[in-house]
């Protein structure tokens, strides 16, 4: 690089070199608060190219994709002398961009819109402020009502942009930054495993390039810890696999039934998954009219996603969990009749039979766990520890199972109500994740909204108490911890259960989606 500044950028002065001068390792530039925002070559590198052409950036969670953002906002409003907008797919995620921005930022006319936002006070703050920070549906909702529109807009920001499918507000949304030439960034930590489906991103978006960054990349290694995996294995009981038995035996017979239907015929029977299952139901439904070997297809399926459900529950989750769905399956008032002839069907009512004898109601996983974060908080007591489920009946559990040993922890689910039981208020989710950020106690266990969008610290240990699929919460969860010191990822997993298929297929896709996605920049270089 020459001798002064960048050609692109004239917030960062160089030396001849190509080293930063007189900046104290800190980006320069007139809309920035100075000594503010850390200099890291990848980022500029990353919004240099993001002020130049629609970009997607993928990089893993806690390698500062805001500040990508912050730093190629800054001089697209400098540039242009327009509005930026930035959305994200909730209000706590939106609210934690707007701080970020509140607090690097010089100009101090941001804005949030969401729902809880009237339309009047929206239409003023939208000519008032100059970055606004809003959930997709919100902005999509008023320009079609016309209340506003993106003239006076420069650039455009995705958070999660992985979520640009289907019918999903982003998408529409993007159409219309594409008809006023709006300049579009994406972030994500991962736009997905299938090329099919990162490529349907990146049309819903209108993005020209794709950019990766790993945390082994050299430029970023140096900003990043080592994160040690490991897998801690577990066996289930034998009483776990006499109640399976009945359960396997009744989800068996019924994909058979389906297959001889003509549905599934291209998979085995053992290998077929709960998304096959919820597809064959989906496909039916598509069709409207149901009669005849449709409707008993229909009746097969659903009472095979329950008989799935409840396996993969015992299995992963343990007895009680069971015991818990079948009980407010058979409380239930508005009980379907689908449900009654599942409730009804022998190898059922073995099962309930048996709940109601079992000698152990948590799974070995419990015990396991307690030991593993009883061991971490032994090596360093004031270690923060964050632990994932997908079930809210196993994070009660998990709980009470800390509590008994001593250790201080938290909850932390979604908003929803689950009948009698209550959700947590966006309050309450900001006020636990404060008390976690403040030692108030050691261990946070999180449903899936804890993988996405919340501004909790660098945790030293994350524990799955289940493998996932989806690659993508994979990634989520595995960033929370090795920011700012050496991290430490833990997956239990239940032998000879559905726990080890999840955990190939979640390594698997992971390793996909990085050969898809470096394959897309080579091709665009």
């Known amino acids: 690089m020459a001798d002064g500044q960048s050609t692109l950028f004239d917030f960062v002065e160089f030396d001849r070199n190509g080293k930063i001068e007189n900046s104290d390792g800190f980006v320069l530039h007139p809309l920035l608060e100075r000594s503010r925002v850390e200099y890291r070559d990848f980022q500029v590198e990353l919004a240099k190219m993001a002020v130049g052409s629609n970009l997607l950036v993928v990089v893993p969670t806690g390698l500062g994709k805001t500040i990508v953002a912050l730093i190629a906002g800054a001089e697209m409003m400098k540039t242009t002398g327009k509005k930026i907008l930035f959305l994200a797919p909730t209000r706590p995620l939106a609210m934690q961009h707007l701080e970020t921005f509140r607090k690097n930022f010089l100009l101090k006319s941001l804005a949030l819109f ?42 455009c920001i995705f958070d999660e942009a992985h979520r640009a499918v289907g019918n999903y507000s982003y998408v529409h949304v993007a159409e219309k930054c594409k008809e006023a030439g709006i300049r579009i960034l994406g972030l994500t930590a991962s736009p997905g495993s299938k090329k099919t489906k990162i490529e349907s991103i990146l049309q819903a978006l209108n993005i020209d390039k794709v950019e990766i960054r790993n945390r082994e990349d050299e430029g970023v290694s140096s900003f990043v810890k080592e994160v040690e995996e490991q897998i801690v294995r577990v066996d289930i009981s034998d009483e776990m696999r006499e109640l399976l038995s009945p359960l396997d035996d009744l989800l068996h017979e019924k994909i058979v039934k389906i297959q001889r239907m003509g549905f599934l015929r291209y998979k085995k029977a053992e290998f077929v998954s709960r998304k096959d299952l919820l597809s064959v139901r989906a496909a039916i439904m598509a069709r409207g009219k149901r009669g005849g070997y449709l409707f008993g297809a229909m009746h097969n399926s659903i009472v095979a996603i329950h008989a799935y459900h409840c396996s993969e529950l015992l299995e992963t989750q343990g007895v009680k969990p069971l ?5 407010r399956m058979q409380a239930s008032e508005k009980m379907s009749k689908v449900e009654k002839s599942f409730l009804n069907d022998d190898r059922v009512k073995k099962v309930l039979a048996l709940l109601k004898k079992a000698r152990s109601e948590s799974h070995p996983k419990a015990a396991r766990l307690v030991e593993i974060i009883g061991s971490q908080l032994e090596k360093k007591e004031d270690s923060l520890v964050m632990v994932f ?51 108030g106690f050691s261990v946070l266990v999180a449903s899936s909204i804890g993988e996405e969008g919340i501004d909790v610290p660098d945790v030293d240990l994350v524990v799955f108490y289940e493998p996932i699929p989806s690659e993508i919460r994979y990634i989520q969860r595995k960033g929370r911890t090795g920011r700012s010191s050496v991290g430490k990822v833990t997956i239990l997993v239940a032998n000879r259960t ?18 898809i996605v470096k394959s897309m920049k080579e091709k665009d270089a």
Do not use: H
Request: net charge positive; hydrophobic share 30%.
């Open 114 to 155: 969401t729902g809880s936002t009237p339309a009047a006070e929206r239409k003023g703050l939208w000519f008032s402020s100059r970055v606004i920070f809003a959930t997709p549906q919100v902005i999509a909702n008023d320009l079609d009502a016309g209340l506003y529109n993106l003239d006076e807009v420069a650039f």
């Open 323 to 327: 015991r818990l769905y079948l009980d």
């Open 389 to 439: 489920t997908q079930y809210r009946d196993t994070i009660e559990l998990i709980t009470s199972e800390l509590e008994k040993k001593g250790i201080s922890c938290g909850k932390f689910i979604g908003q929803a109500d689950r009948g009698k039981e209550k959700g947590m208020s966006q309050k309450e989710q900001r006020q636990t994740i404060k008390k976690f950020s403040t030692r």
């Open 498 to 515: 559905r726990d080890e298929a999840y955990l190939r297929a979640s390594f698997k896709r992971e390793r996909k989606m990085n050969t």
